[in-house]
């Protein structure tokens, strides 16, 4: 406003001057310094430029405009990018004081008549001191998670216990029934000097408890207040603690419930204890609802689910007692079960690091599996069907114990685990093929020690990681056949009472290794050197009861490996791209022996598997990622014996292999897309793998079903294609998230059928929906649909078809807080060669809590269609499979849960 | 409350946690904020959530970094947190493993919670506030003007911790401020969004006497300091961010759903239902419009 008058203001006089009517002239300048005074009492504009010594602006400086020296500010104005400032002030004021003041520079003041004009500064550095701020001590002070409240400070005449004092801290509250509230939400615990005397029933001591001897009142922010957890679970709640002003607990839950039919149990008891130095948890759990407790004894902790990885896994065994196929469906629903389940986790505290820790348990299960299973072998000359009936009665008896030694400090790390397995486990099987009734037994035990250490520990600025597994293991494995199978091969084509089928494995592995990182600019090199040896002795016979067994029933061979290894990972990261190299180069020694013929084997090889990955983000929303890479693998050592072993009633195996080297490429790429505003989720990714293995698997089936796994020194070529997509949409107004998703794939491979060479081509589509509504905190549903359509094409056979559906549908009502409804239903179809199956299973869950305590009714209805059996199919390459599996009726079980 | 829910919500947390710390994906975005303040302010931020117990402030610790370019404003809590996430992240740089790194992360589990997890950057060059805050794991971002409502100056005067304060008044997003401001400190700024006064602001008080930020130190810095970011933050506009925000908080799991972690239904609906329940605790917030 006022720059366009004064713009205007100059435009007529510029053209009153150019006029030539002086007469006017003259009385129009009195008019114009009339108006121009007034407008200046009104508003006057102070400006100019601000800058240093050297010339250069100075930007966010300060610009007051003053009535004195420290008077009121009258108005003010803060300098641009290029110095400049503009001051606009409307005051009668004749005189004012423009002061400059900005961020380490001199103090600038002067006076200035109230007139529109511009002053120029030039600042000389300076630092700024600041006054130290003196604040008074406040009666609350936090200490990193934990507030303190000096109780004294918040005191009254009138307050007598110290939930009266607790009322009036900020942030506290203590409700009508005298539940103390932080921030809005229940306290987790009350503590008195730290010990959680009282658990949930503190008002016996916060309505007593006299304010006067008591110091302060702590909030112990995101407080943890089981130890053992506080490295697994982080909380957001906060507890209180008691401080006096002049130190152990036992706690647990338990479960007891009762069902039918049959008779069903469900109990489990879970005490605790806690001392300062010490922590206790046990469990004893037993049922026979199908409640798989033996999940629990797996990995817990994220940390432990880490070392178990490192840890190799027990070899598996040569022997099984055949199966009925387990349903596609959770273990509940077909598990019969006997079990009981034994824990005990003790961790003391040697000093603030140093801990150790000892896990033990034992598990005794007893299961029962039933089931009919029809395999129709094809072949190039024809099919071979199998019809057997299948019962089986497994035994299960496990300890693990683990002796734990850790320390944990800012400055290392450190943990050895002693980890001692002893398992007693058998099998035992009747099985009825149609003709005839064939019993089987399989016993194994097994005996495993395994030490592993790491140590993590900085040399200079890097970290050096010092990794050892040591590891031993026996498993003497029997598997009894009665009637003797495969008299032709192995008892000279004589009926024989039984087969005694024994194979014996030790093992003994180890890897070491030493591993750093040095950073280079953009790039993390991660080197790492180590060395991998693996023995193995295997024994094995097969006894008919004739005095000396067939030699070729035997085995007697020594294995050693070792890997000596370099390996580099390189990573390169700049914004939006990261790019990961592995260059390994390996050294492999493979030393066989077999004892029986006096041959040995030996050979090397050296490898380099590259590797590299690339992702590439565009910008928050779009991502790329690709990579590829060539990759050696060699033979397990277990498809290595040249004696025969019986698998099982109808297997024998015969691997007679050298040691094979597969060369492998593979390669992927992905496409990213997300707008988590818009709440789109969507990828898509390829995969390709091709790799070319040494030899032929071949099946050699026998007239009566029983087959022979020989291998074909022939290259194959084994090669697939992988196609996932996925997308996911939120809609807010529907509170519902909607999802689909696609995999496709197809796969080829080289088949030896009755000694002719086959193509096989499988194909899959798997196409998926999902719909997951939330309706506030009272209703949710979630429904899921799920399809898979395989085929199966062996040249010259006609293709194999399998369609398979299952949707679930999930309701969960809370009718009132303490209160809980679900309904659960699943719908199987399956159809495979012509066979249709349809499967659907209601559940009923209705649980009623009782909130203060701290119980839960749990009444549980499933299968409430009573289905006894789920068909199920599945093929390979060679065969077609279908199992009639007994599963669980339908059983009600009423349950309640306590705390102690 | 059943408890086991509750350490179910605690693990899902952590599971997160390593997730966006390990993922690929993730960590790929994870941007760390270097910034060298010549200042460190702290003011205790006072807000009365529930205007129906008007005796009941939630107190939270505010950081202000200056120096006389920008400045960022973060809570202690936040910042405590961000630097967990940062020692984490760079232990799993340093780390050769992703495994070394895990066991090397012991903190998060320490993590503070806290509402306030918003970051705010003051550039006094180009006049503009950008404020990210946190929604679940994405971080999203708006910008606006510096001083957006004009103060109006006003002829009274206090000595406030030992600084010559003087008065300005403004309304700002559905509340009338007053704020006490400095001129000894020569920065236009001021705690959360706050400052184009001609020096730092003491304090700053509403009407209604239900917000209340005071400074409680002042002290000179040659530290960096640093904030975990993302690189990759989405810009949106501020109302927009404010709906974000209340939706994850009360059902976080449609953030989360596309990084295919399973969670019970039932643990959801209770989480849903607690978070409701914290809610109606709070009915009032700073920016009223």
Known sequence: MQRNHTIKRKQVFEKLQQATFPYLFVPLIFIGIFFSNTLLNAQTTISGRITTNSGQPVASASVTLSDSLNGNILAFAISNAKGDYKIELASTLKVAVLQVRAFNYAFESRPIPNQTAEYNFTLTPKPTELPNVVVNPSPIRQKGDTLNYVVSAFADQKDRSIADVLSKMPGIEVQADGRVMYQGKAIQKYYIEGMDLLEGKYNLANNNLPHKSVSSVQILENHQPIRILDSLVPTDRASLNIKLKNNITVTGSGRAGIGAEPFLWDAAMTPMLFKKQTQFIGSWQTNNTGNDVSRQLKTLTIENLMDQLDAQPAAASFLQVTEAAVPP???????????????????????????????????????????????????????????????????????????????????????????????????????????????????????????????????????????????????????????????????????????????????????????????????????????????????????????????????????????????????????????????????????????????????????????????????????????????????????????????????????????????????????????????????????????????????????????????????????????????????????????????????????????????????????????????????????????????????????????????????????????????????????????????????????????????????????????????????????????????????????????? | MNKSITNQEYLLGLIFFLFAITSKALSQSIQITHFKPAYIATYQYRLMRDTTKRNVYSNTELLLFFNNEESYCISNDRLYNDSIKIAGYQKLLAANSIETATKMIKSPLNMRSTSDNYLIRKDYGKNSITYFNYVVFEEIYYKEQMNEGKWGLVDTSSTILGFDCKMAKKRYLGRNYTAWYTTSIPVQDGPLKFGGLPGLIIQLKDELNEVDIYLTDLKPSTEQVRFFQSSNPIKTERKKLYDLLIEAYLDPSRWTEHLNVRVREEDKIALIRRRQEALKTVNNRLEKE
Do not use: C
């Open chain 1, 329 to 900: 469906v959770g273990s509940n629903r077909y598990l019969d079960n006997n079990v009981h389940l034994l824990t005990g986790n003790l961790l003391t505290k040697i000093n603030k690091d140093l801990e150790i820790r000892v896990n033990a348990s034992y598990l005794n299960d007893v299961q029962n599996r039933q089931g009919d299973a029809t395999t129709l072998f094809y072949t190039p000359s024809g099919e071979v069907a199998l019809v057997e009936n299948i019962r089986n009665r497994y035994f299960v008896n496990e300890l693990e114990t683990r002796l734990t030694v850790q320390q944990n400090t800012p400055k290392g790390y450190f943990k050895n685990m002693l980890t001692l397995n002893l398992h007693d486990n058998q099998t035992a099987g009747i099985l009825f093929n149609g003709t005839d009734s064939i019993a089987q037994r399989l016993t194994r035990p097994m005996q495993q020690v395994n030490n592993q250490l790491r140590w993590i520990t900085p040399i200079g600025k890097q970290l050096i990681t010092i990794y050892s597994n040591i590891q031993y293991n026996q498993m003497p494995d029997v598997l009894q056949v009665t009637p003797g199978p495969f008299a032709s091969l192995l008892h000279g084509n004589e009926a024989y009472p039984e087969l005694r089928q024994s194979v014996s494995q030790t093992h003994f592995n180890t890897h070491h290794y030493l591993e750093g990182t040095k950073g280079w600019r953009k790039w993390t090199f991660t080197p790492r050197a180590g060395i991998q040896t693996m023995h193995q002795q295997l024994e094995s016979e097969a006894e008919t009861g004739k005095p000396v067994s067939p030699e070729n029933a035997q085995n007697n061979r020594n294995a050693n490996t070792t890997k000596a290894y370099m390996q580099a990972n390189a990573i390169f990261k700049a914004k939006g791209l990261e790019l990961t190299f592995n260059l390994p180069f390996s050294s492999h020694h493979f030393y066989l022996n077999d004892m029986l013929k006096d041959s040995s084997n030996r050979q090397s090889f050296l490898t380099f598997d590259p590797g590299m990955y690339a992702n590439i983000i565009f910008n928050a929303y779009w991502r790329l990622t690709g990579g590829g890479g060539y990759q050696n693998s060699f033979s397990n050592f277990n498809q290595i014996f040249n004696g025969l072993i019986v698998e099982n009633y109808r297997s024998i195996r015969i691997n007679n292999l050298p040691i094979a080297q597969t060369r492998a490429a593979y390669g992927s790429l992905g496409l990213f897309y997300r707008d988590p505003i818009k709440a789109i989720f969507t990828h898509i990714d390829y995969r390709y793998q091709y790799a070319r293995q040494p030899y032929l698997p071949v099946n050699r089936i026998n007239p009566d079903g029983s087959r022979e796994m020989v291998a074909l020194l022939q290259p194959n070529d084994v090669g697939s294609h992988t196609l996932n997509y996925k997308f996911s949409k939120y809609v807010t107004d529907l509170k519902t998230t909607f999802g689909a998703g696609l995999q496709a794939g197809i796969s080829q491979s080289k088949q030896v059928l009755d000694g002719t060479l086959t193509r096989s081509i499988n194909r899959y589509l798997r196409p998926n929906i999902k719909m997951n509504t939330r309706l506030g905190g009272y209703m949710a549903w979630d429904y899921e649909l799920n399809f898979n359509m395989a085929r199966n094409a062996l040249k010259g056979q006609p293709t194999n078809k399998l369609f398979f559906l299952s949707q679930s549908l999930q309701l969960h009502i809370y009718p009132a807080k303490n209160q809980y409804i679900g309904l659960a239903g699943e719908h199987y179809y399956n159809k495979a060669l012509n066979q249709k199956t349809n499967i659907f299973y209601p559940d009923l869950t209705y649980r009623y809590t009782f909130t203060k305590k701290r119980i839960d009714l749990q009444l549980t209805a499933t299968n409430l269609l009573n289905e006894r059996t789920y068909i199920s199919t599945r093929f390979t390459d060679f065969y077609f499979y279908q199992s009639i599996f007994q599963i669980r009726p339908r059983q009600v079980v009423a349950s309640v849960k306590f705390q102690f």
